[in-house]
Structure formats: structure tokens, C-alpha cells
Nanobody, 121 residues
Framework: QVQLVESGGGLVEAGGSLRLSCAAS????????MAWYRQAPGKQRELVAG???????NYVDSVKGRFTISTDNAKNTMYLQMNRLEPEDTAVYYC???????????????WGQGTQVTVSS
């Protein structure tokens, strides 16, 4: 069984910073890919940033130069550093991680519970 626990959301003024964390626990053989999504009220969930194991990160245009996705493989934890936040970044943020449970298994995707980020103007 795998569990993803998110933390780090909150209320911040425009121009401020937050760092989101997503810690994976359980019977994890390897983490193959990770991503952060967000969903604002009345809008569809959108991919914000993602990266595969050993690969380069990709970002939606609206956060390029402001957000950074990273991972601590030893801790099975991924992060989203968010700088120069804007009111338009207000949303619930979700981590999504592709995890292999064994050397013989294919990756399965797991979701975090979501964390609210609110940016005031």
C-alpha cells in the first residue's frame, strides 16, 4: 500500500513564496515519474510541472521561471517551490506520482490528498 501526504499550502500575499511537499510511504520499489497538478474553483485540473526519473522538468508556461519541481529520492519526497506567487496561482494543488511496488511491477499512479494555496492581491 502506498500513501502520499502533501503539506506546505497556505495563504500568502502576491509576490510571496511557498514550498509544497509530497511524501510517499509504503512498499515503494522506485518512483518513476512525478507531477504537480492544480485545480482552481470552476476550472479543470491542469498539469503545472512534471518530471520523469532522471529526466528534465517541464512546466506550464504560466509558471515557468517561478516554480521549481524537485525530488529527494532518499526520502521519497517531491517538492514544488513556488516563488513570485500571483493571485491566479490560487488553487488546490495535487501531487501525482508513478510508483513501482516491485522490480516486476509496472508503475501505478497515485494522488496526494491536495493542499490549498491561496494568494491574496
Amino acid at each position: 500500500q502506498v500513501q502520499l501526504v502533501e503539506s506546505g499550502g497556505g495563504l500568502v500575499e502576491a509576490g510571496g513564496s511557498l514550498r509544497l511537499s509530497c511524501a510517499a510511504s509504503g512498499s515503494i520499489f522506485s518512483i518513476n515519474a512525478m507531477a504537480w497538478y492544480r485545480q482552481a474553483p470552476g476550472k479543470q485540473r491542469e498539469l503545472v510541472a512534471g518530471m520523469t526519473r532522471g529526466g528534465s522538468p517541464n512546466y506550464v508556461d504560466s509558471v515557468k521561471g517561478r516554480f521549481t519541481i524537485s525530488t529527494d529520492n532518499a526520502k521519497n519526497t517531491m517538492y514544488l517551490q513556488m516563488n513570485r506567487l500571483e493571485p491566479e496561482d490560487t488553487a488546490v494543488y495535487y501531487c501525482n506520482v508513478a510508483i513501482r511496488l516491485s522490480a516486476m511491477s509496472v508503475p501505478r499512479f497515485y494522488w496526494g490528498q491536495g493542499t490549498q494555496v491561496t494568494v491574496s492581491s
